[in-house]
């Protein structure tokens, strides 16, 4: 699948159904008929979306590990730890599941940003707390992380 693009503001009503921003819809849409699945984030307290065919390719090394290590146990209960499949409803709505939107703190307004496969979804205040952190220099997390990717030019002296 391509990459998932764009960061939404949405709403969800008092049963925790929201509308998957057509953005979205229209990246998902060769896909959409398998469903979705959605999860706790592993580092934040956010959800994740994946599309049936994401989460199959992510399961795929979660089920390479040794389930006779305890570590690995632990790892895949923790991991699968409110995992739902999703289908959007005849009106284009998701059901967020209570546990999971208590987990991530959500309430009325959310963010849905797309984090290159999946689709975070976060409580609007959370998600602006998270983007505006002061304690986060992006640059420097931007140099540290993709900085040593071997892009063109990277050797290149400039006059």
Do not use: H
């Not at 959605?38 to 065919?53: G, H, N, P, W």
């Not at 609007?124 to 986060?136: C, G, L």
């Amino acid at each position: 699948m391509q990459s998932l693009i764009g960061v939404y503001e949405c709403n969800v009503d008092a049963k925790g159904r929201l509308l998957l921003p057509a953005a979205f819809k229209k990246q998902v849409q060769p896909v959409l008929d398998k469903g979705f699945v959605v999860k706790r984030s592993v580092f934040q307290k956010c959800l994740e979306l994946y599309t049936m065919d994401e989460w199959n390719n992510l399961v795929k090394d979660v089920n390479k590990l040794n389930r006779f290590k305890k570590k690995n146990v632990d790892f895949i209960r923790m991991f699968n730890a409110g995992v739902k499949p999703m289908e959007l409803d005849n009106t284009g709505r998701l059901l967020l599941p209570k546990d999971l939107m208590t987990f991530a703190g959500i309430s009325k307004n959310i963010v849905m940003s797309a984090a290159v496969n999946m689709i975070e979804i976060w409580d609007k205040d959370k998600y602006e707390q998270t983007i505006n952190d002061p304690n986060i220099d992006f640059g420097a997390l931007a140099e540290e992380v993709m900085g040593s990717m071997g892009n063109k030019g990277d050797d290149v002296e400039l006059p």
